[in-house]
């Protein structure tokens, strides 16, 4: 069974810095991409950074600048290092992995973990 392990999150003041990392574990044959979604209370889940295996990143515009996404292939991880944080960025954070196990391509997501940025 593959899963996802979130950790990082946490209280910080605005202008503060934070990193987060999602650890993927499981038989897992390859990973094509990781990406860090968000969803603020009434809001839908938003795309925050993806990354492929080939270390091409995209990021929303709001955190462009200020986010940096990056992976261990090695260790199956992706990071999120995330500074100048400001209140509007407080939401529960979402890892999502692109995998192939036996042969079969699937997205897994993590449980999340709570950022919280006070102004």
Same mark, same amino acid.
Request: glycine content about 10%; hydrophobic content about 35%.
């Given at each position: 069974? &593959?899963?996802? &392990?979130? %950790?990082?999150?946490?209280?910080?003041?605005?202008?503060?810095?934070?990193? *987060? %990392?999602? /650890?993927?574990?499981?038989?897992?044959? %390859?990973?094509?991409?990781?990406?860090?979604?968000?969803?603020?209370?009434?809001?839908?889940?938003? *795309?925050? /950074?993806?990354?492929?295996?080939?270390?091409? !990143?995209?990021? /929303?515009? %709001?955190?462009?600048?200020?986010? @940096?996404?990056?992976?261990?292939?090695?260790?199956? !991880?992706?990071?999120?290092?995330? =500074?100048?944080?400001?209140?509007?960025? !407080?939401?529960?954070?979402?890892? *999502? /992995?692109?995998?192939?196990? @036996?042969?079969?391509?699937? =997205?897994?997501?993590?449980?999340? @973990?709570?950022? !919280?940025?006070?102004?």
């Amino acid at each position: 069974q &593959v899963q996802l &392990v979130e %950790s990082g999150g946490g209280l910080v003041q605005a202008g503060g810095s934070l990193r *987060l %990392s999602c /650890a993927a574990s499981g038989i897992i044959s %390859s990973i094509n991409f990781m990406a860090w979604y968000r969803q603020a209370p009434g809001n839908q889940r938003e *795309l925050v /950074a993806r990354i492929t295996s080939g270390g091409l !990143t995209n990021s /929303a515009d %709001s955190v462009k600048d200020r986010f @940096t996404i990056s992976r261990d292939n090695a260790k199956n !991880t992706v990071y999120l290092q995330m =500074n100048s944080l400001k209140p509007e960025d !407080t939401a529960v954070y979402y890892c *999502l /992995a692109n995998l192939v196990v @036996t042969g079969i391509q699937r =997205n897994v997501w993590g449980p999340g @973990t709570q950022v !919280t940025v006070s102004s």
